[in-house]
């Protein structure tokens, strides 16, 4: 008789992991009844009813029963299927012995450890459903988790707000009390894959639901150590891509086949995708006329509701990244959260259609569940392709180490994006792009990296994108915009470690393996600012950034129209034409006139006039066929030609 014929079987298989049956039922899937213990949300007030993707809860039937492992496969036992992996025992401290769930195991090798323990028994086994993995954990309870509203002390493993994961704890299975179904380990110690692609729940009730046809992430149940209680309940969703591994992640697996229900479908397409024109307009290169200056804005495009708590948020939109489309629109994406370091951010996106006066509505554009999706670029190549580069978090934050690289491409204006793959899958290599990317003279594509130590970094790929090189010298400086010099060298301007009082530049001749530092001749900058560097489809160089810190108001000379000079503050714009050498035209980023309240970044107001600009944000820029330079803020669209740049400002305000 084998395991599934046997409606009592909970001994161990071949491999000495112990079954257990769980019998049919049903369950609310996702978050249900009052708020969270305060508790489990603290100063958090916007989790007090879960997370949105916990929403709507609904009847899920569990139609038939199942025997599920009661602990998280170990070390020992995986690696009698991959012995290769006894290599990454202990690889950042965690997870040496053979009792200690296995981790840096990705999904498809989870997958494939089961096809081969399903040969070897001669019974199936899998990874469990999402829905049969609540089912299991919550052993007939409704509260926030099988113990009750909290968690007792020996399930908390380096629990705590915003852990990196650099606290080695042990690994080892089935040392904390089993809920009542005779499980282990639901609450931490090691996520656990499941076999459905993650989506948005729906309200109808559902039998046996297998997820989504399709997606980006792999479901992951059950928190982690390093990881804060709050993620550790039942209702609680998390996912990455399929292809990551990493020191938070496990499984554990199912008995029985895979129920035969058809998967929901895919995503519903958002706002930015929506009505996308895919020809390109005649008349593209035509805007208004270069011999006369054109400025536009500020314009809002971060279009947030008010009190948004997912998957959208209110609180803070910053570090946007901006490309124009083939077709003529402009694509800006941006990250969107309660607070930076937290597993909640993601990214959002906003479309200003081409000869359209406003940016749509924002909507979701890339979200990891429960990962920190930290610090997107954007860029279009002269073939027409969309390139996304971002980092993806294991757990909360992205310092010290915790991001790997991912990159993404659209070759229809933005619409659909091909399968995140990564650049660099190895967390602990700088993996934080800044938004300044370009392709060098040889058809190379370059973008910037922060790395530790207040520097940045080059990825290079010399075959349009399927492999990359990250460079052995660093740029002064993070957030650093870059750009090819007409005699092959890099020149970069950073912020932070300041040369002599001024923002540092960096010179390169080798593509980044070595640079030279000297002070460049415009001021520092400090938090919450980023400068912007690009060449302009005219041939010069274009920079933004700001006359000092956005904390306190800092001031340079710029000259008016009457020849004059004039105290400005906030944010300002340069053009050389000589690469850089000299920068003669200098002039505010700012409308000159009277004065109106603005909003910056998470919506904090100043007062633009003729000498005052905004006075922080993280710059990006991108410029369209018809000349037109896109600058954007934290907050703010600011549109202007070469033509309105090279020209004096006004000596009085406008009216």
């Not at 299927?81 to 950042?92: A, I, N, Q, S, T």
């Not at 204006?413 to 060098?440: D, H, L, M, Y």
Request: hydrophobic fraction near 30%.
């Amino acid at each position: 008789m084998t395991g599934l014929e046997d409606d009592t079987y909970s001994n161990s298989n071949s491999l000495g992991i112990k079954m257990t049956k769980i019998e049919a039922g049903e369950l609310s899937l996702g978050f249900e009844g009052s708020t969270l213990p305060e508790a489990l949300i603290g100063r958090e007030t916007h989790r007090q009813n879960g997370d949105f993707d916990e929403h709507p809860a609904h009847k899920v039937k569990i139609s038939q029963s199942f025997h599920i492992s009661t602990c998280q496969v170990t070390n020992a036992q995986y690696e009698q299927f991959d012995p290769e992996h006894r290599k990454l025992r202990g690889k950042r401290g965690f997870s040496t012995e053979d009792d200690e769930a296995v981790v840096f195991v990705s999904w498809y090798e989870a997958v494939q450890f089961c096809r081969w323990l399903s040969e070897k028994e001669g019974v199936p086994y899998r990874l469990p459903t999402e829905a049969e993995w609540e089912y299991t954990c919550r052993a007939g309870t409704r509260t926030p988790f099988h113990t009750g509203n909290t968690l007792p002390e020996p399930f908390l493993k380096n629990a705590g707000a915003l852990r990196q994961g650099n606290e080695t704890v042990p690994l080892s299975v089935g040392e904390t009390p089993p809920n009542e179904w005779g499980v282990y380990d639901m609450h931490g110690n090691v996520e656990e894959w499941c076999y459905d692609w993650y989506g948005p729940y729906q309200p109808e009730m559902q039998v046996d639901p297998v997820g989504r046809s399709d997606g980006d992430f792999k479901v992951t149940r059950g928190g982690s150590h390093s990881t804060e209680i709050y993620y550790l309940r039942s209702a609680n969703r998390m996912g990455t891509l399929p292809e990551d591994k990493h020191w938070l992640i496990g499984f554990r697996v199912v008995m029985g086949e895979l129920p035969k229900t058809q998967p929901l479908p895919s995503l519903e397409s958002k706002e930015w995708q929506r009505s996308v024109r895919q020809d390109t307009p005649p008349e593209i290169d035509q805007g208004p006329d270069t011999d006369i200056p054109y400025f536009r804005g500020p314009r809002k495009y971060v279009k947030i509701p008010e009190d948004s708590t997912g998957p959208l948020y209110s609180k803070h939109n910053h570090d946007p990244a901006i490309a124009r489309c083939p077709n003529g629109d402009i694509l800006a994406i941006w990250y969107t959260c309660f607070r930076e370091p937290g597993r909640e951010l993601a990214l959002a996106a906003s479309r200003l259609r081409y000869g359209a006066e406003e940016w749509d509505e924002a909507d979701l554009f890339w979200d990891a569940p429960d990962r920190n999706d930290h610090a997107p670029a954007l860029m279009c190549d002269d073939a027409g392709t969309l390139y996304h580069f971002n980092g993806i978090s294991a757990g909360p934050g992205y310092k010290k180490g915790g991001l790997a690289l991912i990159m993404r491409t659209s070759v229809d204006n933005g619409v659909t994006w091909s399968k995140a793959r990564f650049v660099n899958p190895e967390r602990g290599i700088p993996s934080q792009p800044v938004a300044c990317e370009f392709i060098t003279e040889k058809g190379d594509i370059v973008f910037v990296s922060d790395a530790p130590g207040s520097r940045s970094v080059l990825w290079i790929s010399r075959d349009n994108g399927q492999s990359w090189t990250m460079s052995n010298g660093s740029i002064a400086g993070i957030h650093a915009g870059v750009v090819q010099l007409k005699d092959g060298r890099l020149m970069a301007f950073g912020r932070g470690n300041d040369i002599q009082g001024k923002m540092p530049e960096s010179v390169s001749d080798d593509m980044g393996e070595t640079w030279n530092y000297h002070p460049s001749m415009f001021p520092p900058i400090g938090g919450g600012q980023r400068p912007v560097l690009m060449r302009l489809n005219e041939g010069p160089l274009f920079f933004a950034s700001f006359t000092g810190s956005r904390k306190e108001p800092e001031y340079i000379s710029i000259i008016d129209e009457t020849e004059k000079k004039r105290l400005v503050t906030g944010l300002f714009a340069a053009v050389s034409f000589d690469e850089g050498e000299t920068w003669p035209h200098i002039r505010l980023v700012s409308d000159d006139g009277s004065g109106r309240e603005i909003e910056t970044m998470d919506k904090r107001p100043f007062t633009m006039d003729l000498n005052t600009a905004e006075p922080g944000g993280y710059l990006t820029a991108c410029q369209s066929e018809d000349g037109i330079i896109h600058l954007i803020s934290s907050q703010q669209h600011y549109a202007f030609n070469l033509e309105w740049l090279t020209t004096l400002p006004p000596a009085k305000a406008k009216i």
